[in-house]
């Protein structure tokens, strides 16, 4: 026997949506896609194999479904390596949001870019610091969160890496040749 009104009745449980049209894409490939274009251009400072090394470009460009930079361009002179190219690495992977394979390319990119003389975005050859923040806040979630002072990324790591190695004074490369030395230098309000 079936009674109505004697029992309360439930909402009919919340079925997810789907997302949005273009959400499931990977962020990194467009990321990737916009640097290895820029390095063809020689802008920013990013060699063609992005600082990974032929295999691991490889790798790269056929997991997010790339076409392999031409060759025969001529790309900008690779900065020398830093003393903390490593140190800077680990930082960035073991604060990985995304899988393994992935925190290990975007890391290695990201490091490469640290080597320039500019800010990080522009020596990546990105658009503006707005797209290193997207793939800042994508494959390193647990340290890009904690860029809560909107400070320069480049700066902010090698903070970040100061703190991790017990340091209190710790310079980003090459910041004293940037035009907004003043800027991202001048003194910080207290927290």
């Known amino acids: 026997m079936n009674v109505i009104g004697c029992h309360t009745r439930r909402a009919p449980a919340e079925v997810p949506l789907p997302p949005p049209a273009g959400r499931l894409e990977n962020p990194n490939r467009e990321f990737i896609r916009r640097m290895m274009a820029s390095a063809r251009k020689k802008r920013g400072v990013m060699p063609l194999d992005l600082g990974l090394g032929l295999q691991d470009l490889y790798e790269m460009t056929h997991h997010f479904q790339l076409v392999l930079p031409d060759w025969n361009d001529v790309a900008p002179p690779r900065p020398p390596p830093l003393p903390e190219r490593m140190d800077l690495w680990k930082l960035l992977h073991d604060h990985r949001s995304v899988t393994d394979r992935e925190a290990r390319w975007m890391a290695t990119i990201i490091v490469t870019g640290c080597q320039g003389p500019d800010h990080l975005w522009s020596d990546l050859g990105m658009e503006n610091r707005e797209q290193l923040s997207r793939l800042m806040m994508h494959d390193f979630f647990p340290l890009a969160s904690s860029n809560t002072m909107n400070m ?34 001048a003194p910080e309000a207290p927290s």
């Open 152 to 185: 320069k990324w480049k700066k902010f790591l090698y903070r970040r890496l100061c703190q991790r190695e017990g340091l209190s004074l710790c310079p980003s490369p090459s910041c004293q040749e940037c035009s907004d030395f003043p800027r991202c230098f």
